[in-house]
């Protein structure tokens, strides 16, 4: 991308081609010929990571949108059916949900690369305001897409964010109404949202296209700060970083794919597998956790315009950082105060992040405050001065000098870079677990589930006997929409033949019509059928239950959680720990007290639950022992009843669960292989150039 | 990286760099698997295009039915004797698509002809009762279908197809 390029194709066509439109010029003097310092560390592949990872969140993207429907009520559903019903839906939409936090989790660390390189100082402040530009536009486009799903959390997160804007002076009102499409967050909302989230990708990859010309014009920095001067400071893109970079990203896409095939609740929020109810906000509204640390600043401040003033500021200050810090020497590895600092501010972020999904009260909001003075001080204050009073360590003549220097102690790098990843990550990342309420209900104990783990698959005789458990007991009052007759004989399901699942459906009687008198009828039931619904609509459950309609159960398994708490959280994360809502289910089932302990009343009308957050739940005891025979000769204990029923809902809400383990376990051998591969390839190439 | 020498004696280094690039290839041929295979039909499209059932009691001599399976249009033709004869005496040889009315009708129940509804040649949807062969008529390039719901002339290269169905009773069809 810099100058006309002397490349010559030996073949005619593309010789043709070539005189006409110098396309492979560019490509080549691009990413094959282009001169990259040979000192650059694995740092640097975080830049071909975040090629990938756009690349990747807009062909699931592109996808996905092919079978969801941006309306308010169907938008919820379009979601489950794409990860139900839709060929590998489930592996697309982990895909992307989870290629979102790594798009975050890999630009967080390209920008403290460049934070602690001083890739910002000239001539790259271009190339730098490029980047920040681009991150602004994902955090606008990570977003949106959280509010598509159109589950609880994605609802009130529209409400929040885009209520920020209401705190401009005199237009605020204006702005919010103009932003909704309506006088609340509704269907033109998530319409306009879906329009906005299909387009800002590509903005982004333009943008992408000027930060790298920008970086080609400039040349890389690299670890040592100094220019390239010689010939010897440099190797040639190709095959030298392309292939450090493929081993980069295989080693990324291991992380990756912890998190697609097992882990891809741990990053979500159970509420937003609750369809969006403009009528209750969830207890605590927590942004996803990439946004944490802005949404701490946000909270400090305790006046609404100073607040949004303040959030956006810690965004747009980065702007002006090639400014602010006015120190010649780049690389902080030869600014030993700097180095410091740099590593505090670090803390300083992770530390916002975790206040951010905190309930804003008490010890919380002064720590905020006192980490949001430490945010802004570091760059209005801590790096002007170290500019004025910091004496660096001499800096290498050129980079082959500082090559030379350190030729000793590499093997090592690429596995801590591999563990710092996952640490970081699993800190990171499961801070928002914590941000689970605790309202006075007791913790549910952890159960051992035989769907647990990286080899879990479900208990036939268990799922079997919880279908008997919902049919007899629960279906009176819960229904199961998201679950067809036809899905007890899928793999990995119950077991039943397409015959018992064709007998089971038809002693259903299923509304259908209107036919040809223009009259609805009832039919029995088929295996395309779902599971009827015990009351036509929610007023109807509602008034036929004191008041609040039963909830539907075929999420009831990942729609609820409770809290893990740091730093159970962190193990969770290697534990493949995701069985917080099995655990709460049991535990509510078998909850209940005849009598609350002394001291403790609940309201008329409701029951008391040791672990209901509240303690006064609308539903009665719903089991009892003996209530339902099993044939297989199975305790008739409410215990068994309550794990079975579990069980059994767990399968409803996940029904690819056993397919996600599997494929996931074939991508990780394949993954570690090719990782393997790629280092002893990557190490055979550089041996000519060290 | 190959060199002269190396490709007449391969080396270890050879040998790493053809396993890496042919585990790149499974790898991206792995993947791109599932990007394909999620445009073919989903389950729950799968799971409604279950076989239909049709009472054939309403529909009198000479009158015609369409329902929809799968999405497609089948007609159900209540024949007359008319077109029966005219079905079954043509001459094979001056057929585009020779097929006898026989092998397009279910034996013992001549009178009822079942066929999707949907132009060979190019998914029209041709008109019943219309045309120069008492048969099916396409309104987008002219194409004619006889009685028997076979091309007698216009572009169409082959004759209506005939959906799997069977007769559960004298009266009622399962169609799939």
């Keep these: 991308m810099s100058g006309p390029s002397d490349f010559q194709p030996s073949n005619p066509a593309l ?45 699931t993207g592109v ?24 060929n590998y839906g489930w592996l697309l939409r982990n895909m992307h949900a989870a290629g979102a936090s790594m798009f975050f989790f890999a630009v967080y660390i390209h920008m403290f690369r460049g934070l602690y390189y001083g890739s910002y100082k000239e001539p790259r402040e271009v190339l730098w305001i490029l980047g920040v530009i681009i991150y602004l536009l994902m955090m606008a486009t990570g977003f949106m897409g959280y509010v598509l799903p159109w589950g609880q959390m994605s609802f009130w997160g529209a409400t929040v964010i885009t209520n920020l804007f209401s705190a401009v002076p005199y237009f605020g009102e204006s702005i919010v109404t103009l932003l909704w499409g309506g006088y609340s967050v509704g269907n033109p909302t998530l319409n306009r949202f879906f329009s906005l989230h299909y387009l800002l990708p590509f903005v982004i990859a333009g943008v992408v296209v000027l930060h790298i010309w920008a970086l080609h014009v400039a040349g890389q920095n690299n670890p040592a700060g100094v220019e390239a001067k010689t010939e010897k400071d440099t190797v040639p893109f190709t095959p030298y970083a392309t292939i450090k970079d493929a081993f980069g990203v295989s080693c990324f896409l291991i992380f990756f794919a912890w998190f697609i095939f097992y882990m891809p609740n741990y990053l979500g929020d159970a509420d937003n597998y609750i369809p969006a109810n403009p009528g209750v906000t969830p207890a605590h509204i927590v942004p996803e956790w990439y946004y944490l640390p802005f949404y701490a600043i946000l909270r400090s401040i305790p006046n609404k315009l100073a607040g949004v003033v303040a959030m956006f500021s810690a965004i747009i200050i980065l702007c002006f950082l090639p400014w602010l810090d006015s120190a010649r020497t780049r690389s902080s590895k030869y600014r030993p105060l700097a180095k410091q600092f740099f590593w505090i501010f670090v803390v300083v972020c992770i530390g916002l992040g975790y206040l951010g999904s905190q309930p804003p009260e008490g010890i919380y909001v002064i720590a905020g405050r006192i980490l949001t003075v430490c945010y802004f001080a570091y760059f209005l204050i801590v790096l002007p001065l170290l500019a004025r009073i910091e004496t660096p360590r001499p800096v290498p003549n050129s980079i082959a000098d500082d090559v030379l220097a350190k030729s000793k102690g590499r ?240 399968w409803a809400a996940e029904p690819h669960m056993e397919a996600r383990k599997r494929i996931g376990m074939q991508v990780f051998v394949f993954l570690i292989i090719f990782a393997f591969l790629m280092y002893f390839t990557k190490r055979k190439v550089w041996a000519d150039a060290h | 990286m190959t060199t002269a020498s190396s490709a007449d004696h ?105 066929v999707i509804g949907i132009c060979t ?35 169409a290269p082959a004759n209506l197809a005939v959906p799997p169905y069977a007769f559960l009773s004298d009266t009622k069809i399962q169609i799939g």
């Design chain 1, 15 to 59: 010789k043709w081609i070539e005189r006409r439109l110098p396309i492979f010029g560019l490509i080549h003097s691009s990413f094959v010929a282009y001169p990259t310092p040979r000192n650059l560390n694995y740092w640097w592949t975080f830049g071909a990571i975040l090629s990938m990872m756009l690349g990747l969140q807009i062909l």
């Design chain 1, 63 to 86: 996808i996905l949108a092919m079978h969801y429907t941006p309306h308010a009520d169907l938008a919820f559903k379009s979601v489950e059916l794409i990860v139900r019903d839709v």
């Design chain 1, 411 to 650: 093997a090592a790098t690429a596995a801590s870079v591999v563990l710092a990843l996952v640490l970081a990550g699993g800190l990171f990342a499961g801070s928002i677990q914590n941000a689970k309420a605790e309202e006075g209900g007791d913790t549910p104990p952890a159960l051992s589930w035989s769907f647990s783990g990286p080899f879990g698959k479900y208990d036939r005789g268990s799922l079997q006997r919880g279908l008997k458990v919902y049919k007899e007991v629960c279906s009176a009052c819960h229904s199961l929409n998201y679950v067809a007759f036809r899905n007890l004989a899928d793999p990995g399901g119950p077991g039943y033949s397409e015959a018992q699942a064709a007998a089971f459906a038809s002693e259903y009687k299923i509304k259908d019509g209107p036919n040809d008198q223009g009259e609805m009828f009832e039919r029995p039931g088929r295996t395309a059928d779902y599971f009827p619904a015990p009351f036509p609509n929610e007023q109807a459950a509602a008034a036929a239950n004191g008041g609040k309609a039963p909830p539907d159960l075929s999420l009831m398994a990942k729609a609820r959680s409770y809290k893990r708490g740091f730093p159970q959280f962190v193990f969770d994360f290697f534990t493949q720990y995701q069985e917080q809502g099995p655990d709460y289910v049991d535990a509510i089932l078998q909850g209940f007290e005849d009598k609350p302990p002394a001291g403790v009343t609940v309201p008329e009308g409701t029951y008391y639950n040791k672990f209901f957050p509240g303690h006064a739940i609308k539903m009665p005891k719903p089991l009892s022992d003996g209530q339902v025979t099993f044939d297989d000769g199975a305790p008739a204990t409410v215990k068994q009843y309550a794990h079975d029923v579990t069980t059994f809902l767990m």
């Design chain 2, 10 to 114: 391969p080396t270890r280094r050879d040998f790493l760099f053809v396993a890496t690039g042919a585990a790149a290839a499974v790898g991206a041929a792995a993947t791109v698997w599932p990007l394909v295979a999620q445009m073919n039909p989903d389950a729950a499209t799968i799971a409604a295009g279950a076989p239909i059932q049709v009472d054939l009691t309403p529909i009198a001599e000479g009158q015609d039915i369409k329902v929809f399976w799968r999405g497609k249009p089948i007609y159900i033709s209540h024949r007359t004797k008319k077109q029966i004869e005219e079905a079954q005496k043509v001459p094979l040889s001056s057929l585009p698509d020779p097929q006898p009315d026989s092998a397009r009708v279910k034996s013992g129940h001549d009178q009822w002809l079942v």
């Design chain 2, 121 to 155: 040649h190019l998914g029209c949807i041709p008109i019943a009762h219309e045309g120069n062969y008492d048969g099916f008529f396409c309104p987008c390039h002219g194409s004619q279908y006889d009685s028997s719901g076979r091309i007698r002339q216009g572009p």
